[in-house]
């Protein structure tokens, strides 16, 4: 591995999801010191700032999504210069799921160093407050607008053993969870997350389908949902001939159909619909 060969030296500074006391202590230091400072939003940069008490001595420059392709040949430069260049989101770690990728890899591929100001993150906050397993787990970002796109992404994750992490509008929070309960079952665990940190923070934990039943009338700010995992999948087959029989040797061991099918489906690791569609179309 190559030492960096540049002086200059890329940070990616947490910034506050909520709280302002929760700033991490070196950030201040960080803005107040850094040669150039890249923020997504330079209004928000400016409330930041004046609320930890800090002067900016460096260049503020916007980074956001629309510049990003454009203005990170020059910030390499200044990197390559010698700069200290800072790099802050709206909210949490720049990079995950903000601005922040192409720079990073583009400074990685010039040998100059990346470091991180560590701090919030509403990807950790919301999976440690989630109560679902946090062993092991996946960060999937903002799932695809289109009905489509969606349901592809999420059949995609239907096996998914760990713990999966979303971010979502709260305008398509609803959508986004029915959509969930169709592919990964109406009862499969899962918390939203609703401004974290702030003071209206709230969690709601439940199944897929009661969450997108509670937030059909609308919720409001920042939200993050977790969902629990597929769990342990016995080797049981999966074609329609076969999961209607599976049923049936339920129902003649005394269950009612409705829990033979949840019963099927959880052994099988498959939507609870899938098992409805096997038995009801047989």
Same mark, same amino acid.
């Given at each position: 591995?190559?030492?960096?060969s540049?002086?200059g030296?890329? +940070?990616?500074?947490?910034?506050?999801?909520?709280?302002?006391?929760?700033?991490p202590?070196?950030l201040?230091?960080?803005?107040?010191?850094?040669?150039?400072?890249?923020? #997504?939003?330079?209004? $928000?940069?400016?409330?930041?700032?004046?609320?930890?008490?800090?002067?900016?001595?460096?260049? +503020?420059?916007? /980074?956001?999504?629309?510049?990003?392709?454009?203005?990170t040949?020059?910030?390499?430069?200044?990197? #390559?210069?010698?700069?200290? %260049?800072?790099? %802050? @989101?709206? &909210?949490?770690?720049?990079?995950?799921s903000? !601005?922040? /990728? *192409?720079l990073?890899?583009?400074?990685?591929?010039r040998?100059?160093?990346?470091? &991180?100001?560590?701090? !919030?993150?509403?990807?950790?906050t919301?999976?440690?407050?989630?109560?679902?397993?946090?062993d092991?787990?996946?960060?999937?970002?903002?799932?695809?607008?289109?009905?489509?796109?969606?349901?592809?992404?999420?059949?995609?994750?239907? *096996?998914? *053993?760990?713990?999966?992490?979303?971010?979502?509008?709260?305008? $398509?929070?609803?959508?986004?969870?029915?959509?969930?309960? &169709?592919?990964?079952?109406?009862? $499969?665990?899962?918390?939203?997350?609703?401004?974290?940190?702030?003071?209206?923070?709230e969690? =709601? $934990?439940a199944?897929?389908?009661?969450l997108?039943?509670?937030?059909?009338?609308?919720?409001?700010? #920042?939200?993050?949902?977790?969902?629990?995992?597929?769990?342990?999948?016995?080797d049981v087959? @999966?074609?329609?001939?076969?999961?209607?029989?599976?049923?049936?040797? #339920?129902?003649?061991?005394?269950?009612?159909?409705?829990?033979?099918?949840?019963?099927?489906?959880? *052994?099988?690791?498959? !939507?609870? =619909?899938? %098992? /409805?569609?096997?038995?009801?179309?047989?």
């Amino acid at each position: 591995m190559s030492e960096p060969s540049s002086t200059g030296v890329l +940070v990616l500074a947490a910034t506050p999801i909520g709280r302002v006391a929760d700033a991490p202590p070196r950030l201040a230091d960080e803005l107040a010191t850094a040669d150039v400072v890249a923020a #997504e939003d330079t209004r $928000r940069l400016k409330r930041l700032t004046t609320d930890l008490g800090v002067e900016i001595t460096g260049r +503020v420059v916007s /980074y956001f999504e629309g510049n990003e392709t454009a203005r990170t040949p020059a910030l390499v430069e200044a990197l #390559e210069a010698g700069d200290r %260049v800072l790099l %802050v @989101t709206d &909210a949490g770690m720049p990079s995950v799921s903000d !601005p922040g /990728y *192409r720079l990073v890899a583009a400074a990685v591929e010039r040998d100059i160093r990346v470091t &991180a100001v560590p701090g !919030p993150s509403a990807v950790l906050t919301a999976l440690a407050v989630s109560g679902l397993p946090v062993d092991r787990f996946c960060f999937e970002g903002f799932l695809p607008r289109k009905a489509g796109e969606r349901t592809r992404r999420l059949a995609g994750l239907d *096996r998914e *053993r760990r713990t999966m992490v979303f971010f979502e509008a709260p305008h $398509r929070t609803a959508t986004a969870l029915e959509a969930m309960a &169709a592919a990964f079952g109406e009862d $499969r665990r899962a918390a939203v997350c609703r401004e974290l940190t702030k003071t209206h923070e709230e969690v =709601r $934990r439940a199944g897929l389908a009661s969450l997108a039943q509670w937030a059909a009338d609308g919720i409001r700010g #920042e939200v993050t949902i977790v969902v629990e995992g597929a769990g342990e999948t016995a080797d049981v087959p @999966t074609d329609p001939e076969s999961l209607a029989g599976l049923v049936a040797d #339920e129902e003649q061991a005394g269950s009612t159909r409705k829990d033979a099918i949840l019963d099927v489906a959880r *052994r099988a690791g498959l !939507p609870k =619909r899938v %098992v /409805y569609d096997a038995v009801h179309k047989k």
